[in-house]
Each structure stands twice: as structure tokens, then as C-alpha cells.
């Protein structure tokens, strides 16, 4: 069982560039996430989905965006790259027991440059 | 607003007890999460309370009191490995089902 499987795990963008981080889930989950963390902060929602075709606007959804076609994949796409974005990017998607679970992937490290 | 405010940073020793509170400023929510996060990793999830009470899951123990606008992750028997950052979070902020939020999270160290 996978899980949540993020990619690229690193990666480095000149300013402007685009690029699009991909998340996938093999739990059969509704709702994914993805967040931010900046170095010694808190998890910040960037966008969020409840399901297949629907998403919403988290807390700092500026600079992204982000489309659910399917169930598993939740990408999220960040266009003309600002040295602001250089984060940890985490994908998670929330279990289907009314547990509060996040499910987390490992994480994609951005830096722009 | 919707906001979880947790203490920056706790200091403990190996063997002791720790609380970590989270006070929050928002309502309507479905339950307070728990994770933990070592450096360099995702976090993990530890603990929820759906209901006010506490919840104990080993070494770990949490509480929710909505009325206060109050929780906290308790930590028994503290070991070197439990030194990490501790986030507390809220799914269901301003009638949105699916918005999950974090707080800044608190920063454990363990000292021997």
C-alpha cells in the first residue's frame, strides 16, 4: 500500500518558471490537501478538495493552482515561480474513519531561485 | 478569525511530563488533531478529539474542551526520541467541511 506518493521529492526553478508538483493517493480518499512549511513554521493550506472536480482556496492560494480530475491525483501547479514559494511542499489526504487521520507524503522541497 | 495559537517552544526532561495547550479562535469544527514532526520529515498523526474529554493513546493523552476554546497534547514518560515540533489542527473551520488548518506548532526538546 502506497499511500500518498509525491513527486518531485526536490527540485530547483529559475524565477518565473512553472512547474507542477504531483500528488497521488491509493486509500480511495475524498479530501486531499496540499500545504506549505516554511523553515520553522507551521503547515500553511494552499488549496483543498473534498472530491473529484471540486476544489477550494485554503489560506495562502496565491501563485497556485490546483485541479482534481480523478479521485487519486490532486496536482498542484505553480506558475512564474517567486523566490516566496521556496518551501516544503506536503500533499495529504484525510482518512475515511472519522479519526481526523491526515495521511501525509514525504514531501517536495522547492527552492526558486 | 480562524486562528490556533500553541506556545513556540517547551523544554522538558527525559521522564517527565509535558503539556502542550492549543487555544483556537474558531468554531463549527469537527474534532482537534494532533501530529508530530521531526526534522526533516512529514508529519504524523497522534491523536483527535471529536468530543470534549480526553483522549489517551499510550504515552500520549489529549483533551478538547470546546466551551473553553481549549486543548492540549499531554506527553508522559518523556524520551529523547520526543523531542520534535507538535501541531495542533482543525478540519471544518467556518462551516467549510473540508478546510483543515494548523497552528504554528510547538517545538519539544527533551534534555537528558
Known amino acids: 500500500n502506497a499511500g500518498v506518493t509525491q513527486t518531485p521529492k526536490f527540485r530547483i526553478l529559475k524565477i518565473g518558471q512553472s512547474m507542477t508538483l504531483q500528488c497521488t493517493q491509493d486509500m480511495n480518499h475524498n479530501y486531499m490537501y496540499w500545504y506549505r512549511q516554511d523553515p520553522g513554521m507551521g503547515l500553511k493550506l494552499i488549496y483543498y478538495s473534498v472530491g473529484a472536480g471540486i476544489t477550494d482556496k485554503g489560506e495562502v492560494p496565491n501563485g497556485y493552482n490546483v485541479s482534481r480530475s480523478t479521485t487519486e491525483d490532486f496536482p498542484l501547479r505553480l506558475e512564474l515561480a517567486a523566490p516566496s514559494q521556496t518551501s516544503v511542499y506536503f500533499c495529504a489526504s484525510l482518512g475515511l474513519a472519522n479519526t481526523g487521520e491526515l495521511f501525509f507524503g514525504e514531501g517536495s522541497r522547492l527552492t526558486v531561485l | ?112
Open chain 2, 1 to 112: 478569525g480562524q486562528s490556533l495559537e500553541q506556545p513556540s517552544e517547551v523544554t522538558a526532561v527525559e521522564g517527565a511530563i509535558v503539556q502542550i495547550n492549543c487555544t483556537y479562535q474558531t468554531s463549527g469544527f469537527y474534532g482537534l488533531s494532533w501530529y508530530q514532526q521531526h526534522d526533516g520529515g512529514a508529519p504524523t498523526f497522534l491523536s483527535y478529539n471529536a468530543l470534549d474529554g480526553l483522549e489517551e493513546t499510550g504515552r500520549f493523552s489529549s483533551f478538547l474542551s470546546r466551551s473553553d476554546s481549549y486543548g492540549y497534547l499531554l506527553l508522559q514518560e518523556l524520551q529523547m526520541k520526543d523531542s520534535a515540533s507538535y501541531f495542533c489542527a482543525v478540519r471544518g473551520v467556518s462551516g467549510n467541511t473540508g478546510k483543515l488548518i494548523f497552528g504554528q506548532g510547538t517545538t519539544l526538546q527533551v534534555k537528558p
